[in-house]
Structure formats: C-alpha cells, structure tokens
C-alpha cells in the first residue's frame, strides 16, 4: 500500500456522516499507511474521539484522491471553522487551503473568458460568507500571524489580504461606516452581508494581474517602462474582468482604486484624497503590509514592526547595503495612505500581536 502517494489532512476536518466516498488512512508506529476508513461517511464520533485521545495530528487520503478532498473542503467549510475539534492553526490550514484552490480557479477561469463566471463568483462569494466567523474570532489572528513572511504568491497574497481586511473591518466599525453611509443603521444581517462583500473584494482585488506574466511578476531585476505598464493596467483588468457581475458598484470601485495614492500620484486614475474610495483606502494599506511582510524573489520579508516604520515614513537604523534610492522610496511611502486609516490598521496590528 505504501506504494501510494498520500497527502496529510488535519483529523479536524473529519466530520461524521458528510464526508465523500474516499479511503482515510493513519501512519502506524512501523510508518506504514494502514486503512483506518474505508469512506468518510462510516467515520463515527467514538472513532474521531479514539482518534484525538491518540494525539494523532494527521491522517491520510492518497494523492489520487485529492480532488474530492478539496471538494469536501469547500463544501463544508462553514461547518468546519465553527466546529470545536480542530485547533485554530487547522482551522487556518484549512482555510488557506480552500481560499487558495477558489482564488486560483477564478484568477485562472477569468483568464480564459475574459471575465469573472457566475459560477466563480459564487463560490468565491460562498467561502468568504463561510469564512467570516473564524475570521472574525480573536483567536484567528495568532493563527494569522504564522502566515506573516510567507512567500509572496498572487493567491497566496489575495488570502491574506482578504484576512486582514475582514479581521481589520471588524475591529473598526467607524471604517464601515465610511465604507457605507448607512452601516450603524444595519441591522447585523446587514453588516454581515456588507463585511462579506468587502471580504469578496479584498479576495479579488488583483484578478487582473491575471492578464500580467509570471516572468513580470516575479522578475528580480528592476521593470522595464513596458513591464511597469502591464503591472499598471492590472487595476483596470481587474474592474473590468468583474463589470457585468453582480458585486456591488463600492467594490469595483475599491478594485480600481486600490493603488491610488491618498497624496497623489497612484495609479489608474491619479486620483487623491477622499475621490479614493474608502475600501480602496483600506486595501492600499494591507495590500503594502503585506508585499512588505513577504518573501519576494528580490527580498527578504521585513518584520510587522519594520514594515509599518517604513509605511509611516521614520527612517530605518543605517544599514550597509542600503541604497539611498531605495532609503528615500521607502521614505516616501506615508504619502500613499490615509493617514488616519493606517493609524487604526497600526493599532489594530497592536492589538493582534502582529506588530513584534
């Protein structure tokens, strides 16, 4: 049997009586994969009870099988993230996993037909809507943090945008307000819809970078002005790719808004100051975080409390190898924020731990 190719899953994800027909496996104490389920479905609660008594971290599924695994994880995920088995870090593992496969099949799907699906819309809608009580609870944020320094990955980068513009949006509900004048009027049906279309938007605020090469996005030396042009249209692939859906009117527009400058100089539009929406606003502050944060292939990430003294314009200690160019751009940053917003999101990070 051991002849297999298997990938690990979480116990935690295993819930009695909805799992698809697929085989379940453990390691044995001689390392071999022995058959613990013949199919989800017959998994009871006295065997995940036995299985966590154990201190088992991980069961199995074969690689050959993987494809309903990410279904079942998709299908449930709700369920998942508010069930009280799995740790917060499963739980995060999960989530990333799920919110990686949708981003990757809307960036993909869009690409093919120019525009987002239904199809795609709704499942992305679906997970952020399924998503939003873990993403909101306190404790999600310390999950949160192990994903800080990761690699920077178009979809990986859409999850943790879409993470802390949700958690950050939670703790502000004066932000929501300007997001939508008539948010304290809510009731929290509403304010729940509204977190989440904000969710969907933070999610797919690059989906034009669909349209952008890899050899761009990853290159290691410096852009061409050509290279820098394709980067540049990417906000208005991404509005464009979403037009004809029905997301509202104050997401396209964050989508497209989401690299102007609050002094000025950003781009599509070259738009300044309140003309920026207030989604925009937000996104232009987490969407820098967390390219700051990550790995690059022309960059080591920079610690949470590094990035943010760049973001609000206090120079580093001297450091030899440190360009004054690259110095004076990193200076020069606090002009692309909204100051008053990027002082909750450094409060915010405070209180989650995330600035150290």
Not at 118 to 133: C, F, G, I, P
Not at 277 to 300: C, E, G, H, Q
Not at 312 to 327: A, F, Q, T, Y
Request: hydrophobic fraction near 40%; proline fraction near 5%.
């Amino acid at each position: 049997m051991d002849k297999e190719k298997f990938i690990t899953i979480p116990p935690g994800a295993i819930i009695p009586g909805s799992m698809p027909k697929f085989k379940i496996y453990i390691l044995s104490p001689l390392g071999q994969h022995v058959l613990w389920a013949r199919e989800g479905n017959e998994v009871t609660e006295d065997q995940i009870q036995r299985l966590s008594a154990s201190r088992m971290k991980e069961v199995f599924v074969t690689l050959d099988e993987e494809f309903k695994y990410e279904e079942y994880l998709e299908d449930h995920l709700g369920t998942i993230l508010q069930n009280q088995g799995p740790s917060d870090d499963q739980k995060a593992e999960i989530f990333s996993r799920v919110s990686l496969n949708v981003v990757k099949d809307a960036f993909e799907n869009a690409l093919g037909l120019g525009v987002m699906s239904q199809e795609a819309l709704e499942r992305t809608d679906s997970m952020v809507k399924n998503a939003l009580y873990f993403i909101t609870e306190a404790r999600s944020l310390q999950a949160l943090a192990k994903m800080i320094g990761h690699d920077y990955q178009t979809y990986t980068h859409a999850t943790k945008v879409l993470w802390f513009t949700v958690a950050f949006l939670k703790d502000n509900s004066s932000v929501l307000e300007q997001v939508h004048k008539d948010y304290a009027g809510f009731d929290e049906t509403r304010k729940k819809e509204l977190l989440k279309q904000c969710g969907v938007g933070a999610l797919l605020h690059d989906i034009g970078k669909a349209y952008v090469s890899q050899e761009i996005l990853n290159k290691i030396d410096p852009l061409t002005s050509s290279e820098w042009d394709a980067i540049k249209r990417h906000p208005i692939n991404s509005v464009s790719m979403l037009l004809d859906t029905e997301i509202p009117d104050f997401v396209k527009k964050a989508v497209l808004h989401h690299h102007e400058d609050f002094n000025g100089g950003g781009y599509p539009l070259g738009l300044e100051g309140l003309s920026i929406s207030p989604l925009a606003r937000v996104l232009r502050i987490i969407d820098v975080f967390d390219a700051m944060t990550s790995r690059r292939p022309y960059k080591n990430p920079l610690p949470p409390a590094k990035a943010v003294q760049i973001m609000v314009g206090i120079p580093l200690d001297d450091k030899p190898g440190v360009s004054p160019k690259r110095e004076n751009r990193d200076l020069g940053m606090r002009r692309c924020f909204d100051e008053e917003l990027l002082r909750k999101f450094i409060t915010f990070l405070g209180h989650a731990r995330l600035s150290e």
